[in-house]
């Protein structure tokens, strides 16, 4: 049984993808087309026939799809969203927006080339600073490179009364040098994470992750390829940096985050695209990769609406074990809630704003 599972979150990955070029690219029927997207909901998501229902009347559905993997977590959501594909990717471009959205606590882009006055309002939390005075490799709460480590002990006086400031000042060049590194030198510039019992190379587990995405170097292979192989070049592609400051978890977390929003071509059609590529995470999340797609629905001739459909993928340490099962249940929860009222937003603020 759980094989089969394990193959059907590796599948609703892949199909997800497929869906992407199927609005402009494929000419079936209004019926058929239909059928394809319910086919999707109730096979390869598992949804029930109740719960497709509820999509399709404009309310967020999620789901959590299993893996063979603990570590990793693979969370679904839909909604139908009566506005013009289009904006969508409008909306998923204003960051002025984004920073309204429930769970996002502060959102800022970084300039091109990036630079320290774009980390204005960056800051490490008070817990979060109580473990890196004492991080060692193998032994501390906040996922930090053991260079990392290094720094904070070298270059902080955690004795002087503006250590927070210290602290504060270095992560922000830190951050600023990750994004240079990685505009330079790609995956491999991702850094290790040694704060848990097994080091994690970010560039590995991201392209394990990117893996379960079958579907994604057969239908959209310039977009496969650019994940990959960061910094190649990609056409008619937008490449944005950006930092954030979420609360969809046990505690609030700091990312780093690249997005491409895709608007190319695959061997059956014309494909949109918006992927958010995690660069960094001070908690949970050791890579993460978000797919979102928005599929207009055929079935309606006339009508403007689309199918939003979202998939966050992620592998997470302190999953596994007793005390994981425990935090993996309490995560994928959060998550889940957390993605149900941010598709809601999302519906209400393109409604009321259709064009």
């Not at 199909?15 to 000419?27: D, H």
């Not at 600073?129 to 290094?150: A, R, T, Y």
């Amino acid at each position: 049984m759980s094989r089969i599972k394990s193959s059907r979150a590796a599948f609703a990955l892949s199909i997800a993808c497929f869906l992407i070029v199927l609005p402009r690219g494929m000419t079936p029927r209004a019926g058929q087309q239909g059928l394809v997207i319910d086919k999707f909901f109730k096979e390869t998501v598992g949804l029930d026939s109740g719960q497709i229902d509820s999509v399709h009347r404009g309310k967020a559905v999620t789901t959590s799809l299993d893996s063979h993997n603990p570590d990793q977590v693979f969370i679904f959501g839909a909604i139908y969203i009566d506005a013009a594909p289009e904006s969508y990717l409008k909306v998923a471009n204003d960051f002025d927006a984004m920073r309204k959205l429930p769970g996002y606590l502060a959102v800022q882009k970084f300039s091109n080339p990036p630079r320290l006055s774009d980390l204005a309002g960056f800051s490490i939390d008070a817990d979060d600073l109580k473990e890196i005075k004492n991080c060692k490799p193998g032994n501390c709460e906040v996922q930090l490179p053991s260079e990392s480590m290094d720094q904070f002990r070298k270059s902080v006086n955690w004795n002087a009364p503006d250590a927070a400031s210290q602290a504060n000042r270095l992560a922000q060049q830190m951050t600023i040098d990750a994004v240079l590194a990685y505009q330079k030198g790609g995956n491999a510039a991702l850094g290790i994470y040694r704060d848990k019992d097994h080091p994690t190379r970010v560039s590995d587990t991201f392209q394990s992750l990117l893996g379960r995405l079958e579907a994604l170097p057969v239908y959209l292979p310039e977009l496969s390829r650019f994940l990959l192989e960061y910094p190649v070049e990609l056409p008619n592609a937008q490449s944005e940096f950006y930092w954030e400051k979420v609360d969809f978890g046990l505690k609030p977390t700091v990312r780093v985050v690249q997005q491409i929003t895709y608007h190319g071509a695959s061997p059956v059609g014309s494909a949109d695209a918006v992927a958010l590529k995690q660069l960094y995470a001070s908690h949970y999340f050791q890579t993460a990769l978000d797919l979102t797609v928005c599929v207009k629905d055929v079935a309606r001739p006339g009508e403007r609406g689309f199918h939003l459909i979202t998939m966050k993928a992620s592998q997470q340490a302190g999953l596994t074990g007793l005390k994981g099962s425990i935090v993996r249940s309490s995560a994928v929860g959060k998550t889940r809630s957390a993605l149900e009222r941010t598709l809601t937003a999302i519906k209400q603020r393109l409604e009321a704003n259709p064009r």
